[in-house]
């Protein structure tokens, strides 16, 4: 990957080739700037890299046009950010049906919401908005909202970055959890020891590429 700079193109990724199946999990670290979040950015068709190919399930989403693209993301791939990004005005509830308001009336979106915020351990925070959750169970109801569409593709960028040493270790297990549970593939960025520990397949990004 090469992003434009004002004295010529700057690479980013070079050479980096990576397979994982359903189920299959990877936990990438690096320093900053190595380009963790541009690896997420591709392999979540957010960005199409200037040479190389992503497949999932066989489909290449550079290859789609632009509203398919948008379908594409919405419904195979789901993202947890270092922060929640949660809309402030709306619901636990609601913040994760956000995602089901763009694809087809689907009338168990519901049902389904509510039973991953009872997963993530929020059953009785439902009707809760964002300012009256703790940093942890705000990024929970993130979580539930990256599952809500059953993404094939889970990714997550230093998704505990900004909790505490607790609420990490909640959101790390809930997340390996219901990997384990929906096996989708799942991509971690984390510069959290104790997170990548648990994590049976670690690799480092470095000079742009991928070393185990
Ligand atoms: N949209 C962009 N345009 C130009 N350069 C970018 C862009 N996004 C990232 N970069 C550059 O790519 C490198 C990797 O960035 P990033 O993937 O965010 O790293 P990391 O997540 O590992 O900290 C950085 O040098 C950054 O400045
Ligand atoms: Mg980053």
Same mark, same amino acid.
């Given at each position: 990957m090469?992003?434009?700079?004002?004295e010529g193109p700057v690479s980013v990724l070079d050479g980096v080739s990576l397979a994982l199946a359903p189920g299959e999990s990877l936990c990438v670290m690096g320093p900053s700037g190595s380009g963790k979040s541009t690896l997420l950015a591709i392999l979540g068709a957010l960005e199409t890299p200037t040479s190389g190919?992503?497949?999932?399930a066989g489909e290449d989403p550079a290859r789609l046009p632009e509203k398919d693209l %948008?379908?594409?993301?919405?419904?195979r791939v789901g993202f947890v950010f270092q922060d929640h990004c949660l809309l402030p005005q709306l619901t636990a509830l609601e913040n994760v049906l956000v995602p089901t308001l763009v694809a087809a009336p689907d009338s168990t979106a519901p049902?389904?919401?509510?039973?991953?915020?009872?997963a993530v351990g929020?059953?009785?925070r439902l009707a809760h908005r964002p300012a009256q959750l703790s940093g942890g169970e705000k990024q929970r109801v993130a979580l539930a909202r990256a599952l809500v569409m059953h993404p094939a593709l889970v990714l997550c960028d230093e998704p505990t970055g900004n909790l505490d040493a607790r609420s990490a270790e909640t959101v790390g297990s809930l997340l390996l959890e219901l990997h384990a549970k929906h096996r989708s593939i799942l991509v971690v960025v984390t510069h959290s020891?104790?997170?990548? %520990?648990?994590?049976p397949s670690r690799?480092?990004?470095?000079?742009?590429?991928?070393?185990?």
């Open positions: 090469q992003y434009p700079g004002p190919t992503v497949t999932l %948008a379908a594409f993301r919405n419904r049902q389904r919401a509510r039973e991953l915020l009872e929020l059953g009785s020891t104790e997170l990548a %520990a648990r994590f690799a480092m990004l470095k000079d742009g590429r991928l070393v185990a």
